[in-house]
């Protein structure tokens, strides 16, 4: 199971190491991708099956089925991991994450999103400041795919 927080340094070669419990999980052939908010998205070789697979069976025909398979498939990139366990991140990802020189892995149970250390610390300002609100969002969600 993904979960946790880990906080690592990026080396002067875009080189960043995963956190050995996700590694451990992990295995050393893996998917990288653009995510939402900024993120990265580090998965599997089957996590991204099932991932991609979800996004790519809705219709050709659908604007929003073509733009979200180009925003997460046509960014993924197969990495690999050194015997240290670090991946380099591509320059076009490292651009897209706005990478300093810190990041934050968060593992969330399904993949892991890595983060800017600062835009992970906004994030969470975000998330403190509007829980009750994104909770009541869900649950009203909740209630409409019920009826």
Do not use: C
């Not at 080396?11 to 939402?36: C, D, H, M, Q, W």
């Not at 069976?57 to 498939?73: A, M, N, P, Q, Y």
């Not at 994104?134 to 409409?144: D, L, S, Y």
Request: aromatic letters at 10%; hydrophobic letters at 35%; glycine letters at 8%.
């Amino acid at each position: 199971m993904l979960i946790g927080e880990y906080e690592t340094k990026i080396g002067e070669k875009k080189r960043v190491a995963i956190p050995s419990k996700f590694r451990k999980e992990l295995g050393n052939n893996l998917i990288l991708t653009r995510g939402y908010e900024g993120t990265l998205v580090l998965v599997n070789k089957k996590m991204w099956e099932g991932i991609a697979k979800e996004v790519i069976e809705g219709s050709f025909i659908s604007k929003h089925i073509r733009d979200t398979t180009r925003f997460l498939v046509g960014s993924a990139t197969e990495v690999k991991t050194d015997p240290q366990g670090r991946i380099v991140i591509p320059n076009t990802l490292y651009k897209y994450g706005g990478f300093q020189n810190q990041a934050v892995f968060v593992g969330l149970y399904n993949w892991i999103e890595i983060w800017d250390k600062k835009k992970w610390e906004e994030r969470l300002k975000y998330l403190d400041k509007n829980s009750d609100e994104i909770a009541n969002a869900i649950q009203e969600m909740n209630k409409k795919d019920d009826k």
